[in-house]
């Protein structure tokens, strides 16, 4: 479902704010959430940086020193659609520079004016979809970065990378040692798991993967072999030695 707009009248003439705000209150509901009304530009700044609405319909002159332009000015910066609403349309090209989205000629034709509300109301749901699309992407990308799913005859658990010590090869099955001390038995074998547990891991013998960042310390006596933090001893076949010692950041060859 479409989310609707947030919007601001501003005109120091509170005659031309109450008319816009009734026609975009009472003929575009289907469109606008709230309309917040502004009759001067310090009343203009303070809605504006409070509600941050999605568009602003903006009197040019506001009176005979100050414009609508110095309110944008004054504002803090956020993607806001503006709508100039003006008298003088020699002010379009200034508009224009002020990244304004349309103007209004006065007098108000509400036809032109529901037109720029279903324009901007689509826009801002596009992006809106567009972001919620990417923040999914996002969530999901994070969540396999961080998250291995074990799937055992019954259940599929979630575990924690950086939480699995090794992973042992048993038969068509793999068991996952984690750091505290559970044992979680997957229906997989060892080999799917090699595929997609990551760079922090490594395959140092047919029956083990190792996470790399849990090493206690390396034995090198009559081969060579990594301690794990919980103290298990797991040999690293002669292949895979000079692959470990390069994911440590160990320049020493193997002998």
Known sequence: MDKRINTIVIDDRKSNVEL???????????????????????????KINTFRPEVVFLDVQMDNETTGFDILDKITPYPVKVVFVTSFEGYAIKAIKYNAIDYLLKPIDFTDCAKIVKRVHREFNEITETKDTQNFDKSLADFRARLLPVMSLKTIDFIEKSEIIYCKSQGCYTIFKLKNATDIVSSKNIGEYEKILGANFLRVHKSFIINVNLIARIHKVSGVACEMIEGSMISVAVRKVNLLYSLLGIKTKCT
């Open 20 to 46: 816009l705000a009734h026609y975009l209150e009472g003929y575009c509901t289907a469109y606008i959430e709230t309309v917040y009304r502004a009759y001067s530009i310090s009343e203009a700044i303070e």
